[in-house]
């Protein structure tokens, strides 16, 4: 099987170990990964700040650069979502985009949801001694409804043992430009957030999106907890290393 | 001053529409609502014995303290238990048809209470309700029956009339309403069926209709629970369950 | 005034969330989350999810057909014995409100919580004139006592302290300092109640219309509505045009749905149902019946089919003021550039959508309206041309492979002075907003483009 991988501005250019993760893990289940030198982002940041435009001109770009891509794989479930439920209502002016922007939506999937949805896997044969605590990201699970699949990737590891977080499905307060905007509501909320995690006795704490990652552990590394951010595509890779060893 | 015409205009270009009424929706249709009515009104003593279960149990949920009755004149010795308990002198009532024949009134007044009765004099209306609206505001409780009670809510309904205040439940700080179990409906739907029906029969609704759920409550300070603020903090139901011939 | 709120909503938020207060009361408003899980637990989820349907069904029927049902409404007010008036802006509701209070020698209107109300400013007016409105919700008369605008993220007195109130009511209403809530509930009962009982006027709100019968709906706790609708001689009704419903019957659907919404309540202490004014064999009651409809920008958001949905809103408790959905009704209600800010402050996270009775798809709702603030119709959009320019260098970059990769060496050289231990714990303006609590990781040296010649020839394993 081929997918093209769309890694997001975020994880190229903040986060590309998440990149070799995923592409670690789609090889290990013999997909047949390329990745398309001319991707850059999905158009999520013009989007939320109300550049429509921008967020059009993106999206027109990206239809050509995964034009021929059988499936499209995204680590993000917020640039899937955005693929997924806004590019056919951006691209609406021109029929044919339309079109095409609904077929590049049914070929677009979050990394989860294309190992457990597509590839129907759910025991990838990693291990990995650890607590490890599951955030559910907003756009992963109330845009994509994505709940299930990644807490059944982790259980599947060996040796992992799976902590719900109180809370687990509320915000971490990152919403892209918000937290920028209004860092004391953002750092608010984030704050209820960090408190979880380090009253859940986990040691890593996975989720779907290096975004809300980026923001969970900006306060992590300040509370000096010692609790380690990883993303699920970091977090199956790992195990799928200490399972070779 | 806006006239109606303008109004309209703007609401209908804004809603596309050419104007002119478009819609004739289907009317109610009368014949099944009077056959559901009187399915309602001819509801059996086992159906009604388990409504008024159902009434009581989430009656006292909602802050209502109920005695159950076997008698009406079980029904007034337990109003002037009540009343003596709590040292009241003063009792107003509403002039239902029921409170006729609950021999309450008497039963209070030879406990030593003064009663007052809610109706105004046709001679002098505003006089009377001055003198009565005083009387309400000194009284230490107010004596309503009830037209409906709802056990899907644990509510009581008043339709104010000759005779039936719509204060006397509301002024003083405790009210107390005798009700019948053939009185008690399943639910909100039962109520609004009947009142409708009553719409269509007669062309008119009636000018005020109160659901009374429980004790008058409010949050607004610290977010704590304060029963009593502008109605009655104290809510007495009488639920009279006599034999049926 | 709901102007000035907005406005001022960034530099309210910080200063709200700093204050202690705030945040234990904030805290304890999680009970209400809790009571609403529980109620909707109780009716269990597939009901709720009917119910949800059914309510959002006749919403969006009622809407499509608004036209009719306001002229079938008020035709039902007039045949009850009532008056209407209909008001395209919040000047003519307030003109209204003020002709009938100056015909009757009003001196005092007594209100119960109405979010109209707030939005005409009709407070203001009145008291230009003379005439003295009274808030009679505790919270909202707590607020209005201390001269201060209810700052609505979840209730008008959120942000008081019993100890505060305690000293209000000694120094506004001459009474004996008192500290326990219940003390100070009393206190307030008994003050208004001397008004309740002289005021000329009784003005509400209304939750909803029922078209059919030309019924006002208001739905209450403390009993105020229910005071406001008995006592005065005159009731005025305001209602925002979308608060009419076709039936009686709808009722049972909104009846469950709103207090399990708001506060986790089977239904509030106090229902009323107002049809007209007093009939002839009423003991009491107001003689005389006003329901104002306001347009108010209504029809703009009705107009456009991005933004209608935000009309099926029933606003359930008085938390939505500053929550999600008044972040979507206050702009196009009081026009996008005065509420710009409001559209941004959330993080679209969607947890709204999921508790709303009506199913509104709040978070993409606010992304339209960002798109009409930034770059709408000229009468909304309020960008700076630096913010403009902004955009449309961002627009190059993303769209041109080679800038792309270019920015993120430039940002990789740029951030060495900052990283220590390779975190950003300093940035200048403005992301010193994130790193004032929160590190920044670094920018890659190595983004993922470069690492993919490497990798890009290796093969997926060898099945065994």
């Known amino acids: ?245 | 001053m806006a006239s109606r015409e303008v109004f309209f205009q703007t609401l209908r270009r804004a809603l596309g529409k050419a104007p002119g009424v478009d819609l004739t929706p289907p009317g109610p249709d009368s014949v099944a609502l009077t056959e559901k009515a009187s399915a309602i009104r001819e509801r059996s003593p086992a159906t009604l014995a388990s409504l008024s279960e159902a009434f009581v149990a989430r009656a006292q949920l909602v802050g209502w303290h109920v005695s159950r009755v076997p008698s009406k004149e079980a029904a007034a010795a337990a109003v002037v238990n009540l009343a003596l308990a709590r040292g009241m002198k003063h009792v107003v009532r509403s002039a239902h048809a029921l409170l006729d024949r609950v021999p309450v009134h008497e039963a209070l007044a030879s406990a030593g209470l003064e009663v007052k009765v809610v109706a105004y004099d046709d001679e002098d209306p505003q006089g009377s309700r001055a003198a009565l609206r005083e009387v309400m505001l000194h009284a230490d409780a107010g004596l309503t029956g009830a037209d409906y009670a709802i056990a899907e809510t644990g509510s009581i309904v008043l339709l104010p009339r000759r005779g039936v205040s719509r204060i006397v439940s509301l002024l003083p700080p405790v009210h107390i309403a005798l009700v019948e179990t053939s009185q008690v409906l399943e639910s909100l739907d039962d109520l609004f069926l009947l009142r409708t029906e009553e719409f269509l029969r007669t062309g008119s609704l009636r000018g005020y209709m109160s659901i009374i759920t429980g004790p008058s409550r409010t949050a607004d300070i610290e977010q704590t629970l304060v029963v009593g603020v502008h109605g009655p903090r104290e809510v007495h139901l009488v639920l009279i369950e006599e034999e049926f011939p | ?464």
């Not at chain 1, 429509?52 to 027109?60: F, G, P, Q």
């Not at chain 3, 206050?330 to 959508?353: D, K, N, V, Y």
């Not at chain 3, 220590?420 to 590190?439: F, I, S, V």
Request: glycine share 6%; net charge positive; proline share 5%.
């Open chain 1, 1 to 245: 099987m081929k997918a093209a991988l769309f890694v997001t501005c975020l994880v190229d250019q903040l986060f590309p170990n998440v990149g070799e993760a995923a592409v670690k893990v789609l090889r290990h289940l013999n997909v047949e990964v390329a990745f398309p030198r001319d991707q850059t982002c999905c158009g999520q940041p013009a989007l939320n700040s109300g550049l429509r435009y921008e967020a059009t001109a993106v999206a027109r770009r990206f239809l050509k650069v995964f034009e021929g891509s059988e499936y499209i794989v995204c680590p993000s479930g917020s640039c899937t979502s955005l693929v997924r439920l806004f590019y056919a209502d951006l691209l609406s002016e021109d029929p044919h985009l339309k079109a095409q922007a609904g077929l590049l939506a049914s070929r677009t999937y979050e990394f989860s949801e294309f190992i457990t949805g597509v590839l129907k896997v759910t025991d990838i044969g990693a291990r990995l001694e650890a607590r490890v605590a599951y955030h559910d990201s907003c756009h992963s699970l109330r845009e994509l409804g994505i709940s299930r699949g990644p807490r059944d990737l982790i259980k599947a590891v060996q040796d992992v043992e799976l902590v719900e977080l109180p809370h687990h499905d509320v915000c971490c307060g990152f919403g892209g430009t918000f937290s920028i905007r209004y860092p004391e509501i953002s750092s608010a909320i984030l704050r209820d957030k960090v408190d979880n995690i380090l009253k859940s006795g986990a040691r890593i704490l996975t989720a779907t999106d290096s975004g809300c990652l980026m923001h969970i552990n900006g306060a992590l590394t300040r509370s000096g907890g010692q609790v380690e951010v990883l993303h699920l595509a970091e977090l199956l890779a790992r195990g799928l290393e200490r399972a070779d060893a």
């Open chain 3, 1 to 464: 005034m709901p102007e000035v709120k907005t406005a001022e909503f960034p530099r309210l938020s910080r200063q709200s969330l700093a204050d202690p207060q705030v945040q234990s009361s904030l805290r304890r408003l999680s009970h209400f989350i809790e009571a609403r899980e529980a109620a909707v637990a109780e009716v269990g989820e597939q009901e709720w999810q009917r119910l949800r349907d059914q309510g959002r069904r006749i919403k969006e029927h009622a809407i499509a057909h608004l036209d009719y049902y306001l002229e079938l409404a008020a035709d039902n007010v007039v045949k009850a014995g009532g008056n209407v008036c209909f008001a395209r802006d919040a000047r003519e509701a307030c003109d209204y409100v003020l002709k009938v209070a100056q015909a009757r020698r009003a001196r005092t209107v007594i209100k119960s919580k109405s979010m109209v109300s707030e939005e005409t400013g009709i407070n203001t007016v009145l008291e230009s004139h003379g005439i003295r409105p009274v808030e009679t919700d505790l919270g909202e008369y707590i607020i209005q006592l201390a001269g201060e605008t209810p700052f609505h993220i979840v209730a008008p007195a959120l942000h008081k302290s019993k100890e505060e109130v305690a000293d209000l009511f000694v120094q506004k209403l001459n009474v004996q300092r008192k500290e326990s809530i219940t003390e100070l509930t009393a206190i307030a009962r008994a003050a208004l109640r001397e008004i309740f009982v002289q005021a000329d006027i009784g003005m509400t709100g209304a939750n909803f219309v029922v078209a059919e019968t030309g019924t006002v709906v208001i739905v209450t706790n403390e009993g105020n509505g229910r005071m406001s609708t008995s006592l005065p001689r005159v009731h005025i009704a305001l209602m925002g045009m979308e608060r009419v419903v076709p039936r009686l019957e709808d009722m049972a659907v909104f009846l469950r749905l709103l207090p399990r919404s708001a506060t986790g309540q089977r239904l509030t202490s106090y229902t009323t149902f107002v049809t007209g004014p007093r009939r002839d064999d009423e003991e009491d009651g107001p003689d005389e019946f006003h329901l104002v409809i306001l347009d108010n920008g209504r029809s703009r958001m009705l107009a456009d089919e991005a933004l209608r949905e935000a009309l099926y809103c029933i606003r359930c408790g008085a938390w939505v003021y500053g929550g999600p959905i008044g972040a979507v009704v206050t702009p196009i209600l009081a026009g996008l550039p005065q509420a710009r800010h409001l559209p941004f402050a959330s993080t679209l996270c969607g947890a709204c959508r999921e508790v709303c009775p009506v199913k509104i798809n709040i978070p993409h709702l606010l992304l339209t309206l960002r798109s009409r603030v930034t770059q709408g119709p000229p009468a909304d959009r309020h960008a700076s041309w630096l913010e403009r320019i902004a955009a449309r260098a961002w627009q190059y970059v993303v769209t041109t492979p080679w800038a792309f990769g270019l920015a993120g060496r430039a940002a990789a050289i740029l951030q060495l002075p900052l990283l220590r231990r390779g975190r950003l714990r300093w940035l200048p303006q403005p992301l010193n907003a994130w790193t004032r609590t929160r590190d920044f990781p670094r920018v890659a040296f190595r983004p993922f483009r470069a690492r993919w010649s490497r990798i890009a020839d290796q093969h997926p394993r060898e099945k065994t």
